[in-house]
């Protein structure tokens, strides 16, 4: 049974560039949500996708999208990246229409030079 | 972002001591979950506590769910090695999807 999996694991990129994250949700999730967590930081919640819509959104600008696929698979956009976004980004899954527990997939680590 | 309250902020033990830490909010929530990080990896779920007062344990971890549902507390008995790692707590609002985060506690632990 597949956990839940990111890609890419690592990624350098420069101010003002775009970045896209994906996800895959664990075998029978149909929830995703994306977080941000810097360096000695507890996770900080950006959104969550259920029924390919954004279910709910945390304090984060419209330069952070997403999107969810028919397979419930993710993905998160940035556009015009600052070195503030420099992070490592956690795809969380859950499963139904209660919320409940969350499993984190491994995380991308995105450096903005 | 809004974090909550979680401490110690970090505690070095010795190796089969017992461990206690806790989190608190001023918000009431429904659902509290705890998780372990290591460096460089996503947070591992831990223990996932639904109701007031609840205690739920997971091998040599115990949590449990704060009467007032504004904190939460996570036991490690005789701690070894490996559970070194920082400990976070998440908690759900009432009518929300927004898990919300603890500042972490980050355990040492001495052989």
């Known amino acids: 049974d597949a956990g839940v999996t990111q890609s890419p694991t690592h990624l350098i990129k420069t101010r003002g560039q775009q970045v896209t994250l994906r996800c895959s949700p664990k075998?029978?999730?149909?929830?995703v949500s994306w977080y941000q967590q810097a360096l000695g930081q507890g996770p900080q919640f950006i959104f969550q996708?259920?029924?390919?819509?954004?279910?709910q959104r945390g304090n984060f600008p419209d330069r952070f999208s997403g999107h969810q696929f028919p397979n419930y698979s993710s993905e998160l956009n940035v556009n015009a990246l600052l070195l503030g976004d420099s992070a490592l980004y956690l795809c969380?899954?859950?499963?139904?229409?209660?919320?409940?527990?969350?499993?984190f997939g491994p995380g991308t680590r995105l450096t903005v030079l | 972002g809004q974090q909550l309250n979680q401490s110690p902020q970090s505690m070095f033990i010795q190796e089969g001591e017992d461990v206690s830490m806790n989190c608190t909010s001023s918000?009431?929530?429904?659902?509290w979950l705890w998780y372990k990080q290591d460096p460089g990896e996503g947070p591992v779920l831990l223990i996932a506590?639904?109701?007031?007062?609840e205690l739920t344990s997971n091998g040599r971890l115990t949590a449990q769910f704060g009467i007032t549902r504004k904190d939460s507390f996570l036991n490690i008995s005789a701690s070894i090695p490996s559970d070194v790692g920082i400990y976070f707590c998440a908690g759900l609002p009432s009518g929300t999807y927004k898990y919300i985060f603890g500042t972490g506690t980050r355990l040492k632990v001495l052989a």
């Open positions: 996708y259920y029924e390919e819509e954004e279910r």
């Open positions: 506590l639904y109701k007031a007062g």
């Open positions: 918000s009431i929530f429904n659902t």
């Open positions: 075998s029978g999730h149909d929830t």
């Open positions: 969380a899954s859950s499963t139904g229409l209660a919320v409940n527990e969350q499993f």
